[in-house]
């Protein structure tokens, strides 16, 4: 499997933006997706996930202001992003787990990540 995140740009405080993660080279929608985020001189850290049966997983730094959602017609998944701070600036990495069964918010439970795509929120 393959993924391919996008979306990522520079936008003001208290923007929007959404990401966007397609999954190629198989069908993902059994599967467990996550996105995680890495701001400069941190360690990289969770920000969501949503189930295979849509169940959803927040980082109480983003709850209420982020949403993730998948589409499996078009192997996707979202990360809208509102009311952005410029904490939230990061590179976002979207991540596929085989298994459904395993804790959400650990990145070493995830099999797949696809490259990142940078988020800049100015002040």
């Known amino acids: 499997v393959q993924l391919q995140a996008s979306g990522g740009g520079l936008v003001q405080a208290g923007g929007s933006l959404r990401l966007s993660c397609a999954a190629s080279g198989r069908t993902f929608s059994t599967y467990r997706m996550g996105w995680f985020r890495q701001a400069p001189g941190k360690e990289r850290e969770f920000v969501a996930a949503i189930s295979w049966t849509t169940y959803t997983y927040y980082a109480d730094s983003v709850k209420g202001r982020f949403t993730i959602s998948r589409d499996n017609a078009k192997n996707t998944v979202y990360l809208q992003m509102v009311s952005l701070k410029p904490e939230d600036t990061a590179v976002y990495y979207c991540?596929?787990?085989?298994?459904?069964?395993?804790?959400?918010?650990?990145?070493?439970?995830?099999?797949?990540w696809g490259q990142g795509t940078q988020v800049t929120v100015s002040s």
């Open positions: 991540a596929l787990d085989f298994t459904n069964n395993r804790d959400p918010r650990d990145q070493r439970e995830y099999d797949c």
